[in-house]
């Protein structure tokens, strides 16, 4: 028997997306040629792989930031996207998916009814330049979104793409967290509630490290060859994006900390974690912390495999209330 050759996810774009949640739109594989009639610049990079499929360089970071224009253009009708040089370029599939997953989370707590539209208010810790959970959760859901950063640039832009699209202003508010030890002091205001936050914590704990992990990637893409040469992240990323003291064990640590201070004002805090062996330590913190509940909800893109963890300290009584105020009577709130 002759073994057939297996397309490389990473560099041909036909990447195994079956783990996806059921409702991401980026399931199957890219429709190159819709894709370039909503954004005739991606027209510019695509091109035919050794399979003889419609596909990009992934390791080109204008290539990537040219996808996910069109994107977010096509799928979600998002005007004027661009992020500035060096900052990071999510990849959208997998950034729909947490948002998909917390929709659910959302549901289970609601007797199986998603709760949408502006009655649902969401903290993105994190929000970036590319402000891509806003931007997605919005269109997907309709909930409104306060998106924090500690940087003031990405704050900035994240603010010019929001006032680029109608009706985003009215939705997505942004707030520069001036304190950069803190993550939920100084953003949530006092009175405010919040039915979700959401974070992609920074992974690694030093410029080095983030380094080394971007060198991994450059050869997974097929550019083992060009170790010597300094890799290009070809989804950007800079500072407080990918690393922070002690990287994403310890920032998730201090969050949930912090979050304890704000029990009563979010019925749900979450936090990706991408490295398994940081759970452990997470349910210690929030065990400590007294959570009244945990979730860890698992997800998965082909051979990748991460998790949102998810915790409430308010009890049955407290979720009742909640939920009898918020999303039963959404009129009355805000």
Known sequence: ??????????????????????????????????????SPDLSHFVKLNEYHDQSIDFSNPKAVKALN????????????????????CPPIPGRADYLHYIADLLAASNGGSLPSGASVQVLDIGVGANAVYPLIGHREYGWRFVGSDIDPVAIANAQRIVDANAGLPDNIALRLQGVSSAIFRGVIRPGEAFDLTLCNPPFHASPEAASQGSRRKWQ????????????????GGQGAELYCEGGEAAFVTRMINESAQYASQCYWFTTLISKEANLPGVYRALQKANAAEVKTLEMAQGQKKSRVVAWTFLNAGQRQAWRNSYWQQADKRR
Do not use: C
């Open 1 to 38: 028997m002759t073994a057939t050759k297996p397309k490389p996810s990473a560099v041909s774009g036909a990447a195994d997306k079956s783990g996806l949640h059921p409702r991401n739109r980026h399931r199957g594989r890219y429709d190159f040629e819709q894709l370039v009639q909503a």
């Open 69 to 88: 224009r069109a994107l977010l253009l096509q799928h979600y009708a998002v005007q004027d996207w661009d992020i500035p040089a060096h900052y990071l």
């Open 220 to 235: 997974n893409l097929g550019k083992g060859s060009e170790r010597d040469r300094a890799p290009v992240l070809n989804f």
